[in-house]
């Protein structure tokens, strides 16, 4: 257990559904983003919060809306995917200070949300 | 154009083999570069952070290190469940500083 936990685990969606994803961070962390895994390919950031501030927005595509309430919790709002939309979708957090020398914390990341869509 | 290029692809090991993962990287402002392990189905897990050349981090059967160019992972005398796929990225400036770029993996398979 890395104390991010993602719900659901899987899920199956018609392109003219709309769900949502939800990450939550029990590590004290205030910093949290969303990351997109496709088959051979690299990680893709998606988006950034920081103290519930979206500080990145990495040219996603607008059928993609986060939300962060607060530092511990992320939403992601899903509607009107395509089929290539279907991928891993990972959340994790970090604690967002300078720490030594103007370095950052590692990333911790969540099991995911193994998306498909039909 | 910032870029990170993993090293194989895929490695296959027999037991107790020692091999090398490497990753290559071509940035502008790096802050730091983190190695991860992601087993099949789940997140990747946080291994090392490393922050300037010359640095070393080691954990059990595995040690990283960094040079101006590239990083290594050292995989000593491996056993079967170190098989995984291992995750390089490096952490660049950008506007907001967070910017993880990852490499593609390197897909290790540690045989009995």
């Known amino acids: 257990e890395t104390g991010v936990t993602q719900t659901p685990r899987h899920l199956v969606m018609g392109m003219t559904n709309k769900k949502s994803l939800k990450c939550e961070q029990h590590l004290g962390h205030n910093a949290m983003y969303w990351y997109k895994q496709s088959a051979k390919k690299p990680l893709e950031l998606m988006f950034v919060y920081s103290l519930e501030e979206r500080v990145e927005n990495n040219s996603v595509p607008s059928r993609f809306s986060p939300e962060c309430p607060n530092s511990s919790h992320l939403f992601l709002h899903l509607h009107t995917l395509q089929p290539e939309d279907s991928a891993l979708y990972l959340c994790?957090?970090?604690?967002?200070?300078?720490?030594?020398?103007?370095?950052?914390?590692?990333?911790?990341f969540g099991p995911g949300t193994r998306l498909t869509v039909l | 154009e910032d870029q990170v290029t993993q090293s194989p692809e895929a490695l296959r090991l027999q037991e107790g083999e020692s091999s090398s993962l490497n990753c290559s990287y071509t940035?502008?402002?790096?802050?730091?570069l983190f190695w991860y392990r992601q087993d099949p189905g789940k997140g990747p897990e946080f291994l090392f952070t490393l922050y300037s050349a010359g640095e070393e981090k080691e954990k059990e059967r595995l040690k990283a290190t960094l040079t101006k160019k590239e990083s290594f992972l050292h995989i000593t005398a491996p056993k079967p469940e170190d098989s995984a796929t291992y995750l390089c990225?490096?952490?660049?400036?950008?506007?907001?500083?967070?910017?993880?770029?990852f490499g593609k993996g390197t897909s290790l398979l540690v045989t009995p």
């Open positions: 994790a957090s970090s604690q967002d200070s300078p720490g030594l020398a103007g370095r950052w914390g590692e990333q911790f």
């Open positions: 940035v502008s402002g790096l802050r730091g």
């Open positions: 990225a490096v952490q660049v400036v950008k506007n907001s500083g967070y910017a993880l770029n």
